[in-house]
């Protein structure tokens, strides 16, 4: 090899290495920005997941996932999955008498669809039980529940255990109406942290009912 081929192949191969140095530069730089960037994303679907300032209890509609807290009109995570039964009633919910548990599209108040529990002669009385779910933080909350009935009443409670997997000792909440066009039920309650709690929504199970109807449920933390 001359002295100047050696020269040049020195060249390239510094320029090589400023050009390697560069490139790493630039991707560290931009990873960290990008880093900061997705705590800082983070940060704000936090926010945003704890309170939106509305004025939906003057008609502005939430946006999905998020229930209006009608006290001040704005719009809380809604901690119940599928609840307006727009999803098949195996997404989030399990029925424990199950013959007429239906989701129908001829009535509802919310979306498309919304759950019918329609009690029948020497059937049972049909009942949907939310998953389990657990509460992390001791808190004040509100659930509330869009109903009607035919025939008897449509009731929906919330239970809370005392054991995170919904098990031991429980307390019941629970809300019902008679009336035959929709009607809003609401109860507010307090929760222990840890504790498992579940949405039981029934037809004839308690008090008489023929056929119940229900949608645009919701439980969420309001201190
Ligand atoms: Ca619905
Ligand atoms: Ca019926």
Redesign the pocket.
Known sequence: MTRKAQGSLEYILLLGAVLFLIIMAVIITRTNILLGGAEKTQSNVQQWNTTIESMCNVGVPCPAGYACYQANGSCLLNLIGNPGFEQDLSVNWSGESPP?IIRVNDTRKEGTWSLLL???TNQGAPVLNSQCYVNSDAGNFVFSAKAKAS?GYARADVIVYSESTCSGSSTVYDANTSSTSWTTLTREFSMPANAGYKVHLSCNAYISC??AWFDDLALYRVS
């Open positions: 007429e329609n009690e029948t025939g023929d056929d």
